[in-house]
C-alpha cells in the first residue's frame, strides 16, 4: 500500500502518494491549467509537457531524463521523510520542488539568458585579449616580470 496509515486512528493519509507521485501529477494539472487559460482542448497533445521544455533548452535528452529521475528521486525523499513523522521537513521540500517544476520554463530561460551572457563573444574576446596581452608580456620581458613578482612578495 503507498499511502501511510495512522495506525491509532486508522486513517489513511494520501499525502504520501501524491508527493510520491509528484512528478507526474505536477506535470498533468500544469499541462492542463496552462491549456484551459489558452482557451485550447486540455486533451490535444502539444508539447508542453515537461520533458519537452527541457529539451527546447537544449539539453540532451539523456540529461532530460536523469533530470525529470532526480526530481522523482528527491520527491519520493520528501514522501519519506513525510511518512517518517518529518511531516513539515517533508511538505517544505515538496513545495519546493513543485516550483521549481511549476515554473521551469522560466528558470530554463532565465539560465539560458545567464549563459549566453557569461559566454557572449565581446567577454570572450576581452578575455581573451587580456591574457594574449599578459602572455606577450610575459615572453617580451621575462626578467622584468620575475623581478616585479619577487620584489612584491
Given at each position: 500500500m503507498i499511502a501511510s496509515k495512522n495506525v491509532i486512528?486508522?486513517?489513511?493519509?494520501?499525502?504520501?502518494?501524491?508527493?510520491l507521485l509528484a512528478v507526474p501529477i505536477i506535470d498533468t494539472l500544469r499541462v492542463m491549467v496552462v491549456r484551459l487559460l489558452q482557451a485550447r482542448n486540455p486533451f490535444l497533445a502539444d508539447r508542453s509537457h515537461l520533458h519537452h521544455i527541457i529539451l527546447e533548452a537544449d539539453i540532451?535528452?539523456?540529461?532530460?531524463?536523469?533530470i525529470l529521475h532526480c526530481f522523482s528521486i528527491l520527491f519520493a525523499a520528501a514522501s519519506i521523510l513525510y511518512y517518517l513523522d518529518y511531516k513539515?521537513?517533508?511538505?517544505?521540500?515538496?513545495?519546493?520542488?513543485a516550483f521549481i517544476l511549476l515554473f521551469i520554463r522560466k528558470l530554463?530561460?532565465?539560465?539560458?539568458?545567464?549563459?549566453?551572457?557569461?559566454?557572449?563573444?565581446?567577454?570572450?574576446?576581452?578575455?581573451?585579449?587580456?591574457?594574449?596581452?599578459?602572455t606577450i608580456f610575459k615572453n617580451q620581458q621575462p626578467n622584468r616580470f620575475v623581478e616585479h613578482v619577487v620584489s612584491e612578495e
Open positions: 486512528s486508522q486513517n489513511i493519509d494520501l499525502t504520501f502518494s501524491i508527493i540532451r535528452h539523456e540529461a532530460v531524463v536523469f513539515l521537513v517533508g511538505l517544505v521540500l515538496f513545495t519546493l520542488l530554463l530561460l532565465n539560465y539560458k539568458k545567464i549563459y549566453q551572457n557569461i559566454f557572449s563573444k565581446e567577454l570572450l574576446l576581452k578575455l581573451s585579449s587580456i591574457i594574449l596581452v599578459f
